[in-house]
């Protein structure tokens, strides 16, 4: 897929991240906030439906409440996050009132994204608030979700998003220009695009240094294979800057520009692949992993080497090779302890129609 083809884009998803919402001490920036929400306001202008992904409620709940450092304690991020959502959806509420825009507040947690019945509810939620010509801001709800049940990211969440609706493009606003090659060192280059992510793509990328923020670049790269795989078209790049959206959606060169995977992954397998928390896994036999990988069979008892974890019958599990590596995903048609029994005879574990290979 070549930039040019961004320009016949309808449905966008952009994300902002914390580090271009809220300012050095901790406070959310109005000035900023402006900038973007203009930008925004000029991409419905032009017909387009924006679906907003703010972070910042943790980083401007902890300057409204004089914290300098991320709490480590949870009650005190969630604490945190209930502070400083409020203020964002604030300046958004009046920042977009200025352009005749209506914004709505929707706050996500991962049940409401993984049950399919939720999944449908959140979608037509977030349709209908578009069909109205509403922009939804959508975060997750930090001020009840709880660590085993995060979403983790907000880049993983707008990636989910964007699937969900599904959109035509995701863009993922930083501090960075995109994924840098001899970052913070001499001759820095941004990337101009990605078509596979490999090692060495992967190399180029770290953790955040920042206070305030979680993810960083390697959770970009995450967010990114999601949607290679779902067949959306993501951009990284620079939320500092003013013509930002409208220069990658008319087809510029600017951040970096992470081109589809052909095969676009669809409803079930998609939600199979990255709606669930996996609770086990099944580590199968070098034999068992290419009849999957390669000719699209189902998992049967005697591929599998170890089954880890407790899982029920039609749960998500993750798949893995011999050593562990994750390659593809499934629903399993028994319990762990079933499948440890090893008592299963010539019927399918997984079901071919129920697996996806990353
Ligand atoms: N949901 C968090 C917040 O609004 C941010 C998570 C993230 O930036 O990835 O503060």
Redo the contacts with the bound molecule.
């Keep these: 897929m070549k930039r040019e083809s961004l320009k016949e884009t309808s449905r966008i998803v952009v994300k902002f991240?914390?580090g271009i919402l809220t300012n050095r001490s901790k406070q959310i920036d109005p000035g900023q906030i402006e900038q973007l929400v203009a930008q925004v306001a000029a991409q419905r202008q032009a017909g387009r439906e924006v679906v907003v992904v703010?972070?910042?409620?943790?980083?401007?709940?902890m300057g409204a409440l004089g914290m300098t450092q991320r709490p480590a304690d949870l009650s005190d991020l969630q604490a945190c996050?209930a502070v400083?959502?409020l203020k964002l959806m604030a300046a958004y509420s009046e920042l977009f009132a200025e352009h005749d825009l209506q914004v709505a507040q929707v706050l996500l947690t991962h049940d409401d994204l993984e049950h399919r019945e939720r999944h449908l509810n959140a979608r037509n939620t977030l349709v209908s608030l578009l069909d109205k010509g509403v922009v939804p801001i959508v975060?997750?709800n930090?001020a009840v979700s709880y660590t085993e049940l995060k979403f983790?990211?907000?880049?993983w969440?707008a990636a989910l998003v964007a699937c969900l609706l599904p959109a035509d493009l995701l863009i993922l606003l930083t501090t960075v220009d995109g994924l840098m090659e001899n970052f913070g060192k001499k001759n820095p280059r941004t990337i101009p695009v990605v078509e596979t992510i490999d090692a060495g793509i992967q190399k180029l990328a770290g953790g955040t240094l920042s206070a305030s923020?979680?993810?960083g670049m390697d959770?970009k790269l995450r967010a990114a294979k999601m949607t290679a795989r779902t067949g959306i078209p993501m951009v990284i790049a620079s939320g500092k800057k003013k013509r930002v959206l409208a220069n990658i959606i008319d087809g510029r060169d600017e951040g970096t520009f992470f081109t589809p995977r052909p095969g676009r992954l669809k409803g079930h397998k998609r939600r199979i692949a990255f709606f669930h928390h996996p609770k086990g896994s099944l580590w199968v036999d070098d034999g068992a992993r290419d009849a999957l990988r390669d000719k699209g069979k189902s998992l049967l008892p005697p591929g599998v080497a170890k089954c880890n974890g407790d899982f029920a019958k039609g749960d998500v599990v993750r798949i893995c090779d011999i050593n562990g590596t994750e390659f593809s995903r499934g629903i399993s048609r028994f319990d762990a302890a079933e499948i440890r029994a090893r008592e299963l005879k010539g019927i399918e574990i997984v079901h071919r129609n129920d697996l996806v290979i990353l």
């Design positions: 991240g914390t703010s972070s910042g409620a943790v980083g401007g709940g996050a400083g959502q975060n997750e930090d983790g990211d907000n880049d969440l923020a979680v993810g959770a």
